[in-house]
């Protein structure tokens, strides 16, 4: 295979693609985000010692959960749309509205969660 | 009205290198972005370099990139841009040669790959070969093409890989494949089940939103995606 770039990444995420595009990003990140996460777990328990607590201690952080959480659910939310879209097409001259039910149902599922985080935290639980 | 036209320039002949020139025009807000590239070539500035043919939104020669989108220069009016100023920059992920024109030939070569046309070897019939309204309402939104690239080079996936076959391809090997007289559908899903073939498109719809003739591209590029999974035509 050979990559054959012309275009820079900043000059891709220059363009002005809209909502879709902007979905498709943070898919791409949230995915990678997932696998740094489960990377790191590993080698915390790996490595153990300092260097795992120290890790450890990142990602039990609230702000690293609630960056965490929000990856999983849109990940997983924005997937199956996409997985819709491929297996019925005819849906696809629905996109807009799909995205709009994407967030429809990330929004809640999502604040609860993070409702229920924070309070934790703040109990000190 | 007053127009400030920011305008890409790459002459490979100088050493100035890729940079913008700024133009301030006046302008009727009815004016299409083309005609203020033409006010600049004509009167200002002879050197500026771009493609068209029609002007009226058939030929698909100016796809450009018009503030930060694909768009035909001769199909946007200065009253529907958000501002006064105005971005033109190439269309993305093909070499620019100069100014606002690029090497189209990647492009083609995709087109070509996919047999865009007409394949039917059994013997003409005296008449036309008959079809249905039905049967000609399948294909109908992927015969509005005009190969002017704006959804490919719209493509993430074909800034990433040249190589990527493109939705324009695809659009057009769909126009055939859903054609109930022609009978060479198996052997363009083949071409397009490769490494570089439709599953490269990962649902962006960028195409969509570029494509100026509103060839639901997208739509298009997943019922060959289906036929591909299931080995069916819907
Ligand atoms: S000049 Fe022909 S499509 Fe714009």
Redesign the interface.
Known sequence: ???????GLL??L?????G??LA?ILHRITGLGMIVFIALHVIASLLGGDIGIAINTVYQSLYFQLFVVFGIIFHGVNGLR?IV???W??F??Y?RESTWLEWFIILPVYGLTAFVMISRFLAGE | MEVKLKVFRYNPEDDEGKHFDTFTLEAEPTDRVLDLLEQVKNYVDGTLTFRRSCAHGVCGSDAIRINGVNRLACKVLVQDLKSKTVKIEPILGLEVEKDLVVDMEPFFRHYKSVLPYFVNDDPPPMKERLQSPEERSRFDDTTKCILCASCTTSCPSFWINEEYVGPSAIVNAHRFIYDSRDQAAAERLEILNDQFGVYRCHTIFNCTDACPREIEVTKAVGEVKKAIATGRLE
Do not use: F, N
């Not at chain 1, 295979?1 to 275009?7: A, G, I, Q």
């Not at chain 1, 220059?14 to 809209?18: P, S, V």
């Open positions: 295979m050979t990559l054959d770039r012309k275009v000059a891709g220059r363009y002005k693609g809209g879709p595009m498709w996409i879209l491929d297996l097409p005819k696809i001259e996109q």
